[in-house]
């Protein structure tokens, strides 16, 4: 992907606090994971509704907005039934923190 479409991608206030606090979302969102059985745990995600629920925005921009960074690489998704969570593709971020060190 392009550093133009992740920088446009970055280029909402929402969008950008959504990866801020998915950096830590044990801090941002205290009760994640409430679907999931007891037990299982999926590795820094957290569910849609959540974010929905945080941001105070309707589900289905929230979804746009979560696919739009997931379509650049910043997010990444993992499926548990009919719930999907979202985390921070650190590999990519850190690409993308390099592009800036280097060539801007």
């Not at 959540?50 to 499926?79: A, C, F, P």
Request: with cysteine; net charge neutral.
């Amino acid at each position: 992907m392009e550093p133009i479409d992740i920088f446009k991608a970055l280029s909402n206030e929402t969008r950008l606090n959504i990866l801020r606090w998915l950096k830590e979302p044990e801090k941002n969102f205290p009760v994640q994971q409430a679907h999931l059985p007891k037990g299982d745990k999926i590795k820094g995600g957290v569910c849609v509704g959540d974010i929905q629920e945080k941001v105070n925005l309707s589900q289905s921009t929230v979804s746009q907005y979560l696919s739009m960074m997931q379509k650049v690489g910043l997010l990444e998704s993992e499926r548990y039934e009919q719930w999907t969570y979202y985390r921070r593709n650190e590999e990519k971020i850190s690409e993308l923190n390099n592009f800036m060190k280097t060539e801007l």
